[in-house]
């Protein structure tokens, strides 16, 4: 049986503390699912769409672990994912954002499934454990879901993607360097327009 590790966030934009979960999830595992969660949302709230959430992941996550590459990331960025064991995967909300109950656990438990083709998994997630509880009924939660803690404070000072945006906006570049990798900081006049126009939206 494969070890698997799981993370899910919106990553509006992926900045630095995530990219501290997959790189502990990928030296513990098999194999690292990274799920792009809030793919089918377009608003004030997830201002980046999924086209650019997924090519800025795919390409951090490279750049992050990968210390040394002798090939264009642009040119061969699924082949590295794949050397590395690891997937990037969008995923739709069931229904509202703000559902926490069993029926959302259901949803993402069996799109896990589905993906890893494995029943038992480690989530791994910086805050919000009280939530990811909840997701899941007692017997998933004992028998197929283990949880693995990487404090947000321990990574960049509790960065948020929240704050990143605020940095973005605010065109805060020294600080904005600091906590995200090179792609997001090169993308950042474009995201800046991104989260404007997200605004407009209703």
């Known amino acids: ?22 790189k502990k999830s ?5 194999e690292t699912y990274v799920f792009i969660g809030s ?31 002798d090939f264009n990331v642009d040119d061969h960025i699924d082949k590295a994912l794949s050397d590395l064991n690891i ?27 589905t993906e890893t083709h494995e029943p038992n998994f480690t989530i791994y997630y910086s805050d919000g454990f009280e939530i990811i509880t909840t997701w899941f009924p007692g017997f998933i939660l004992r028998n197929n879901v283990s949880l693995s803690l990487l404090a947000r404070n321990a990574v960049e000072n509790g960065i948020s993607a929240t704050s990143v945006r605020k940095m973005i906006m605010d065109r805060d570049d020294e600080n904005l360097k600091k906590v995200v990798p090179n792609c997001v900081f090169e993308r950042r006049e474009h995201l800046r327009t991104l989260i404007e126009l997200s605004e407009k939206v209703h």
């Open 26 to 30: 990928d030296s513990e595992n098999d």
């Open 39 to 69: 793919a089918d949302k377009f608003n004030k709230r997830n201002p980046i769409p999924i086209s650019t959430r997924l090519e800025l992941t795919k390409k951090a996550i490279v750049e992050y672990i990968v210390d040394e590459y």
């Open 1 to 22: 049986m494969k070890k698997i590790g799981v993370i899910l966030a919106r990553l509006q934009p992926i900045h630095n503390g995530h990219l501290e979960l997959i």
């Open 87 to 113: 997937h990037v995967i969008p995923l739709d909300d069931l229904d509202d954002e703000s559902n926490n109950s069993h029926e959302w656990g259901f949803y993402l438990y069996s799109k896990i499934v």
